[in-house]
């Protein structure tokens, strides 16, 4: 059962909480084949509602969160904070070396971790990065067409479908040709 220690702040995950995805648990340094465990971030989302709306009620929240959202038909992953000064800890008590995997959302428990003997892998995705373009910072013009002419040559451009044939590439911006010598391949830009 997830603790959550409201004076120190700490919040506190045993393995117990975790799914043994390979791997035998163990202590010591040695271990032969140390346990790899599985979070499921949302799963532990849900765990701190369920604290938070009981005996967490007078305490400052323990974290924010976005839900998944689709935007032309792609999922984009829910993403999960902890906030407000709290502190995740991976219980070592009973074994002292293992990993630990998160899946389900993108979160920032590595910047909130208490460093003990157990590991973390992050996972995290960027779907998107952003960027601002003005004077003196982010892309000029000229980078952002070529930009937008990569995303479309890789078929990626909403409504702006691609078209390859044995002698030609099209978007509705550009066209490339094909031709073909021993050996080689040649695209020339129209």
């Excluded at 604290?51 to 984009?76: A, C």
């Excluded at 219980?91 to 630990?100: A, F, K, L, Q």
């Excluded at 998107?128 to 980078?143: E, M, P, R, V």
Aim: charged share 15%.
């Amino acid at each position: 059962m997830i603790t959550i220690d409201w004076l120190t702040k700490i919040i506190t995950i045993p393995t117990s909480f975790l799914t043994l995805v390979s791997g035998t648990p163990g202590t010591g340094d040695l271990q032969v084949n140390p346990a790899l465990y599985e979070l499921n971030v949302n799963a532990l989302r849900l765990a701190l509602k369920d604290i938070e709306d009981s005996d967490g009620m007078p305490f400052l929240d323990t974290h924010r969160h976005n839900t998944e959202v689709v935007l032309s038909g792609v999922t984009y992953a829910r993403s999960f904070e902890i906030i407000n000064g709290y502190k995740i800890e991976f219980d070592t008590s009973v074994y002292d070396h293992y990993s630990v995997r998160c899946v389900g959302a993108n979160h920032n428990i590595a910047d909130v971790r208490v460093a003990n003997t157990a590991s973390l892998i992050v996972g995290n995705s960027a779907g998107l990065i952003s960027t601002t373009i003005n004077s003196g910072s982010g892309l000029d013009g000229n980078q952002s067409s070529m930009l937008e002419e990569i995303y479309q040559r890789l078929g990626l451009a909403l409504g702006k479908p691609l078209v390859q044939t044995q002698t030609q590439i099209s978007t509705p911006d550009f066209e490339l040709t094909i031709t073909e010598a021993p050996g080689q391949v040649t695209v020339t830009r129209q």
